[in-house]
């Protein structure tokens, strides 16, 4: 069974840091694209970073404008698992943020196969 779980969410207040991350089982993640996403209430799930495989030793990562700068994600392929590192948080931050996994790395929901259960992120101002 494939399984996504997100750990790492919180209340932080603007301006603060927060680690999240996502444990993988069930799959042979390293030969897929693995991704962040966040919904805020009331809106649609948006894009916030991907590491795409490039090779067994070369990754592409790529981020939303809206984090980039910002937020930093990274990938322990022998663990299976994916971090985001979100410094310099604003209030628009605040969303369920999602992992996920697809085939090719596209930043739209509907290429990711397999999702977590998402993680709240709540940044105060």
């Known amino acids: 069974q494939v399984r996504l779980v997100e750990s790492g969410g919180g209340l932080v207040q603007a301006g603060g840091s927060l680690r999240l991350s996502c444990a993988a089982s069930?799959?042979?993640?390293?030969?897929?694209?693995m991704a962040w996403f966040r919904q805020a209430p009331g809106k649609e799930r948006e894009f916030v970073a991907v590491?795409?495989?490039?090779?067994?030793?070369?990754?592409?990562?790529s981020y939303a404008d809206s984090v980039k700068g910002r937020f930093t994600i990274s990938r322990d392929n022998a663990k299976n698992t994916m971090n985001l590192q979100m410094n310099s948080l604003k209030p628009e931050d605040t969303a369920v943020y999602y992992c996920a996994s697809g085939g090719y790395g596209a930043r739209i929901v509907r290429e990711y196969d397999y999702w977590g259960q998402g993680t709240q992120v709540t940044v105060s101002s």
């Open positions: 069930g799959r042979t993640f390293s030969r897929y694209a």
């Open positions: 590491v795409r495989v490039v090779s067994s030793s070369d990754d592409s990562v």
